[in-house]
């Protein structure tokens, strides 16, 4: 487990800008665009009452009479839906993320060694291929989704923060307690991590193709990811007359942005959603190709390798 742990490490010591500073800046910048956003609001909305105030003296009272209104009406939930889809969304974008940089992480994973001939240093380590292919797997689905998550949760915080200052004190309108934000700050980021848990098991035969791609090409593992699935579903049209490639690959990764996006949203549907992947039988099928792909991965990586 020490030699495991070690060989983690050396994937974020390899890889710090996309796992460790990526999430950092994207964090930033959305709580950047978050605050730009306010000041322009803040003005059109103002700006309209004294439009509207000096065009029409009758309305010269609109603004506190509407807030007075909000503020008199009981908006107050335990479970106040529209944070919970603007949670949903910035979770979202993390999520989209992350697939982009796992993609690119996962075709170059087994491929760089061999391009700068470290793999020979790598191969004089007390270590076997199995452990470190499956390293680089834990790496790109547990280490990284949890970096990324503590990103997630810190701008989600933020976001329920500046929403309750803009709302509740310059706007004087009344906004959810502080327990029912936290409450729905823990609602969902609980949807995120079993949203990514479930995204993650249907999209490990697309995590073990690139790896595969990587483990095998000599040159350009990004093009022969794309290209060969690609060839097979226009070969198979040409050829068959049909799309089953082409459906299969497409019910895969909907499946996976399903799943994480229902329980983003409603994570209490858990129950639901292990009942339904697990009588799924493309999900089955999935993992039996992924541990193909994996097994492909530790025959070439033990039995060949480029100089």
């Given at each position: 487990?020490?030699?495991?742990m ?48 000096s ?16 503020n ?55 270590v ?14 547990i ?54 848990c ?21 040159k ?14 226009v070969?198979?049209?040409w ?28 994570p209490q549907?858990l ?21 193909g ?8 990586r ?6």
């Amino acid at each position: 487990m020490r030699k495991f742990m070690t060989q983690v490490k050396r994937e974020f010591w390899e890889c710090r800008t996309s796992f460790i500073k990526t999430p950092m800046i994207a964090a930033g910048v959305l709580m950047g665009l978050l605050l730009l956003g306010i000041v322009p609001w803040h003005q059109k909305v103002a700006g309209f009452i004294k439009h509207q105030q000096s065009e029409n003296p009758a309305a010269a009272t609109l603004g506190s009479e509407v807030f007075s209104g909000l503020n008199n009406h009981q908006t107050i939930t335990t479970d106040p839906g529209y944070l919970t889809y603007g949670l949903a969304a910035v979770y979202s974008i993390f999520a989209a993320i992350l697939l982009l940089v796992l993609a690119f992480y996962f075709v170059d994973a087994l491929y760089s060694d061999r391009r700068d001939q470290s793999i020979l240093f790598w191969k004089s380590m007390p270590v076997s291929e199995r452990s470190a292919i499956l390293s680089k797997l834990a790496t790109g689905l547990i280490g990284a989704p949890a970096l990324y998550g503590i990103a997630a949760l810190v701008t989600g915080t933020f976001f329920l923060f500046t929403f309750m200052i803009y709302a509740g004190a310059i706007w004087n309108i009344p906004v959810p307690s502080a327990g029912a934000m936290v409450l729905t700050l823990f609602k969902c980021s609980l949807g995120l991590l079993l949203g990514w848990c479930f995204m993650a098991l249907w999209y490990l035969p697309l995590f073990c193709w690139l790896l595969l791609c990587s483990a095998f090409v000599r040159k350009t593992p990004f093009l022969m990811a794309l290209g060969a699935p690609l060839a097979l579903i226009v070969l198979e049209k040409w050829v068959l007359g049909s799309h089953h490639t082409f459906v299969i690959l497409v019910k895969q990764i909907a499946a996976g942005i399903y799943n994480l996006e229902l329980l983003l949203n409603t994570p209490q549907n858990l129950a639901d959603q292990l009942t339904s992947t697990a009588t799924a039988p493309q999900f089955w099928i999935g993992l039996a190709v992924s541990a193909g792909f994996l097994s492909a991965c530790v025959w070439l990586r033990t039995n060949r390798w480029e100089l």
